[in-house]
């Protein structure tokens, strides 16, 4: 197994006096597809938070690629969610008024301009998520399967090192939540590491490992 990519010590939330889960422990290496299961309520979605420096662990350490993200500054965790983190939501985060290409492109503009994907670029991951010659196509005209794959094509445009993804086939049917674990184990095939939170067991059964939140109840 590849060095550890990030890793969590004694991770733990809670808020107005009531404990969320504690003295939580993750490492997670490159290549690796982790499922984080537990019940709902048992805090899959606020560690996922943590772990994207959307929200802060109330104690604990945290760090990515060996740079600590736990009390870190606000240009710290804002380049790394530039930089490394890629999130999946299952509402999939889009603009519906906007159409597939701004909806792709508009979050990448954070990038360095040498970074940026080309027009060339764009077109070839539409086409592998079966969206060729949609970019001008508006995404409240799209199914959701197909508001799912446009969320994918900003995936494998931008190749982040993490990716969270927030119960990203609860919506979808067989065909599509199939299409969404392949692309993602492509893109932890190529060295991101990804980390899903879901109710689902054939979800669960495709990932490396499962860390369910019980155990973060101590």
Aim: glycine share 10%; proline share 3%.
């Amino acid at each position: 197994m590849s060095e550890r990519l990030l890793s969590v010590t004694g991770g733990t939330v809670s808020i107005s006096g009531r404990i969320i889960f504690s003295d939580a422990h993750l490492s997670v290496a490159p290549g690796e597809m982790i499922a984080l299961t537990g019940a709902s309520g048992s805090g899959k979605t606020t560690l996922l938070n943590c772990l994207g420096t959307l929200a802060d662990f109330s104690a604990g350490e945290y760090s990515f690629q060996g740079t600590m993200l736990s009390g870190s500054s606000s240009r710290t965790r804002r380049h790394f969610r530039r930089d490394s983190l890629g999130y999946l939501f299952q509402n999939y985060a889009l603009v519906e008024g906007e159409s597939v290409e701004k909806n792709v492109l508009g979050p990448l503009a954070v990038m360095p301009r040498s970074q940026r994907p080309s027009r060339k670029e764009l077109e070839s991951v539409l086409k592998r998520v079966g969206l060729a010659n949609r970019e001008k196509s508006l995404i409240y005209q799209l199914s959701g399967g197909e508001q799912q794959r446009v969320a994918l094509a900003g995936l494998m445009l931008k190749q982040p090192s993490l990716i969270l993804a927030d119960e990203p086939t609860g919506a979808l049917d067989a065909e599509n939540e199939a299409q969404v674990l392949d692309i993602l184990r492509e893109l932890v095939n190529a060295g991101a590491c990804a980390i899903i939170a879901t109710h689902s067991d054939a979800v669960a059964d495709f990932c490396d490992r499962r860390i369910d939140m019980s155990q973060f109840k101590g």
